[in-house]
């Protein structure tokens, strides 16, 4: 479904990806995962337009999408929530929604968009805030809101970064069990996350990026006591 080829971005001096090559199939759940800094979020942020790649190519379902801006790669059917989430603040959390229903693969008129919105909220459990002020919400409504939010434009490929971070044991519980509704539904999902737990929990498989470029691959159990990933977690010594 997703197709990164030699994948590189700079800023400056710093290289956040080193020509990365990675891929994500039709119907599966794909970890991301390494230590701070090792590009994942910049990742996210390249295959979604948010930046044009220094250099590589981008391919979702056979089309060429590299440096096409966010909302044409939001039509075609890909969509992505923030590691901090970044709701509208003068809008409620219904409005919030129907925004994203508006301008995503569907493109509903605002009166649809708002009936829209309410099926998105009860999905992941925020109805009864539906009219409430963004500013109202706690961080654990937030992370949801932004799921609503990305599901709203009805995407074939949801890109998640770290949306279970900050969350108690018992959000993160019913975060894994939405997570896993969503992939039911038929959404391919590449999601960003450190907390293991949840990898281990969701992911068919797990890429570890360090330094921008892939090290291991494979079933969460065998790629994380791979000494390669041993040592860009922890260090040469525990290697």
Known sequence: MLECS?????????????????????????????????????FINVVTGQYA???????????????????????????????????FGSLTVRENVAVACMFGREGHDPGPARADAERWLAFVGLEPKAAAPVRALTLHERKF????????????????????AGLTPQEVDGGIDLIRKIRQSGVTIVFVEHLMRAVVALADRVVV???????????????????????????????
């Open 145 to 164: 809101l932004e799921l609503a939010r990305a599901l709203a434009c009805r995407p074939a490929l949801l890109l998640l970064d770290e949306v279970l």
């Open 209 to 239: 990026l360090d330094q921008g470029a892939p090290i291991a691959a494979g079933r969460p159990g065998e790629v994380m006591t791979h000494p390669e990933v041993i040592r860009a977690y922890l260090g040469k010594d525990y290697a």
């Open 6 to 42: 030699e994948v590189t971005m700079r800023f400056g001096g710093l290289l956040a990806l080193n020509g990365c090559v990675l891929a994500a199939k039709e119907g599966e759940i794909l970890g991301l995962v390494g230590p701070n800094g090792s590009g994942k979020s910049t």
């Open 53 to 87: 790649p220094t250099a590589g190519r981008i391919t979702f379902r056979g089309d060429d999408i590299t440096g096409r801006p966010p909302s044409e790669i939001c039509r075609l059917g890909i969509a992505r929530t923030y590691q901090i989430p970044r709701p």
